[in-house]
């Protein structure tokens, strides 16, 4: 009984390349290599924000949507150049050529990262372990990066494990191991939970996942909602959604909550612009088009709406993007009022026509976002 139990598990691998975007630039750059770098908008310009930094730079404290300006208070010696989406999309296909020599369960979570379900390998290895080692020997032969990968029973919990040991990291957690990994897991760690709802959360005085165990299903949803019931069941160590090589995004989306209120249209559309560069980031990641541009307004007393406008061709320019957005505030916006937080999403995608099949929607999990990562 025990044998048949164990066939039944999934072997899921999630595959994270390394500070993806600086790698590329110090791998082509050689003078980049070893130095602190920053790929997205340059400092001087207005509401540039960090696609990504090398691991150089985060010793400094830079992380990807920061404003390019407070990056370089952080490391005034830091190189700031722009991304090269197309350099970026050629690697990210020369990857996914290397996962599919393994399984053509392939999901894609944006150019640098991966489900791969290898239940059942092209090659007969029988090994998740084994397949994942090979991939990141793979990547880092042929096109000179590194890749981490977390190995599990379920995307939730591989996903998590890929990030341990960054970068070149690899980690295995057996079906044994998960609930009690998941039971010391920081409540901040948990996939899909941004800085609002961990907050929210160490209020309720839930600090790891032990802590969100010990609370009913009823319990949880009446705190957070609909994702209560995601939080019962992976605390648990249970996840159940499958490798999905074709699923397609309905939606893409960033959003900030101040820490004041604001009162000016000046001041929103300086965040804007800011959140504007953010979504056009992800865009171009996860390469996708949107026809649809919405605004989020979320004001002082809580009261939230929404305003969009359509285009009969599909877009994913930060300047469109932004002005639409300002467009559509200034519309909307009255004296006197106070918002807490602003956010942009582009629906209503187009497919690139270099990415028919390739491209993958914002997991599941990110529909509980609540502030920008």
């Known amino acids: 009984m025990e044998e048949a139990t164990q066939t039944a598990y999934r072997k899921i691998i999630h595959i994270d390349m390394d500070a993806f975007y600086a790698s590329v630039e110090q791998r082509d750059n050689p003078e980049y290599r070893g130095k602190p770098l920053v790929v997205g908008g340059l400092p001087e310009g207005r509401g540039g924000v960090v696609a990504t930094a090398s691991y150089e730079a985060r010793k400094f404290g830079i992380r990807s949507a920061m404003p390019c300006k407070q990056a ?3 490391c005034p010696d830091a190189l700031f150049v722009m991304p090269r989406f197309e350099a970026y999309k050629e690697v990210s296909q020369k990857i996914r050529e290397i996962f599919s020599r393994y399984t053509d369960l392939i999901e894609p979570l944006s150019l640098d990262e991966a489900y791969l379900d290898v239940t059942q390998d092209k090659l007969d290895i029988g090994s998740a372990m084994e397949i994942a080692r090979q991939i990141k020997t793979a990547i880092r032969e042929e096109l ?10 379920n995307k939730f919990v591989a996903k998590i494990a890929s990030d341990i040991n960054k970068p070149d990291g690899l980690k295995f957690i057996g ?29 309720l005085n839930l600090h790891k996942g032990a802590d969100l165990k010990k609370l009913s299903m009823n319990d949880l949803v009446r705190h957070f909602g609909k994702a209560g019931n995601f939080y019962y069941e992976i605390v648990r160590g249970v996840d159940n959604r499958a490798v999905q090589p074709h699923r397609e995004s309905k939606s893409l989306a960033a959003e900030d909550t101040f820490a004041y209120d604001l009162t000016t249209l000046e001041e929103m559309e300086i965040e804007l612009d800011k959140i504007a560069q953010i979504v056009c980031n992800r865009l171009q990641k996860k390469q996708l088009q949107g026809r649809t541009i919405t605004l989020k ?7 939230q709406i929404t305003r969009n406008r359509s285009f009969p061709e599909p877009v994913d320019g930060v300047e469109l993007i932004s002005a639409t957005a300002k467009e559509l505030i200034a519309l909307a916006f009255m004296e006197g009022q106070k918002v807490r937080l602003l956010g942009i999403s582009l629906s209503n995608f187009g497919i690139q026509q270099d990415n028919l099949k390739a491209r993958k929607s914002s997991d599941q999990l990110e529909l509980f976002e609540d502030d920008m990562q």
Do not use: H, N
């Not at 000179?144 to 029973?153: D, E, M, R, Y």
């Open 297 to 303: 307004i979320k004001y002082s007393d809580f009261k």
């Open 72 to 74: 370089q208070k952080l």
């Open 175 to 203: 079906p044994s191991a998960i609930e009690r990994f998941m039971e010391e897991l920081p409540v901040e760690k948990f996939y899909g939970v941004g800085k609002v709802t961990a907050s929210k959360m160490k209020s």
């Open 144 to 153: 000179q990066l590194t890749a981490s990968a977390g190995v599990s029973i």
